[in-house]
């Protein structure tokens, strides 16, 4: 389903603010972008690829050691404090989305590995 132009900017017009979450569509692209693919749009929106960002909400957060065990499987050990988390320090939902990203990125290492 897309929205035309016209539409777009007849509700515009009338004063309706479209949005999801925090993020207003601006344009009817924008809107037809996140109406087609939702999850890919919020990852451009928030600077990370989907990947990074449906596994940071499915480690609820937790930045995981980046060795490789015996078996060749991901170490399941998180970094630092185990009760760390990103997701509950009071950053709005982005942001704490790209600081995930930017320490499951940075290659960090368990106490075990490192």
């Known amino acids: 389903m897309n929205i ?13 603010k479209l ?15 996140f109406m087609t693919d939702p999850d890919q749009f919020e ?5 990370v690829t989907v990947t990074e960002m449906l596994t940071s ?5 937790l930045v995981r050691c980046c060795a490789r065990t015996k078996s060749g499987s991901r170490c399941r050990n998180t970094i ?3 009760h760390y988390n990103i997701f509950i320090r009071g ?11 930017a320490r499951e990125r940075s290659g960090e290492l ?3 590995h490192a």
């Open 91 to 101: 950053m709005e939902a982005a942001s704490a989305i790209r600081a995930w990203a």
């Open 43 to 47: 990852a451009d929106y928030i600077g």
């Open 4 to 16: 035309s132009k016209d539409k777009f900017d007849a509700i515009k017009f009338k004063g309706v």
């Open 19 to 33: 949005s999801w979450e925090n993020i207003e569509f601006e344009t009817h692209e924008q809107l037809n972008k």
């Open 57 to 61: 909400r499915e480690q609820a957060g």
């Open 80 to 82: 630092g404090a185990a």
């Open 110 to 112: 368990c106490h075990i």
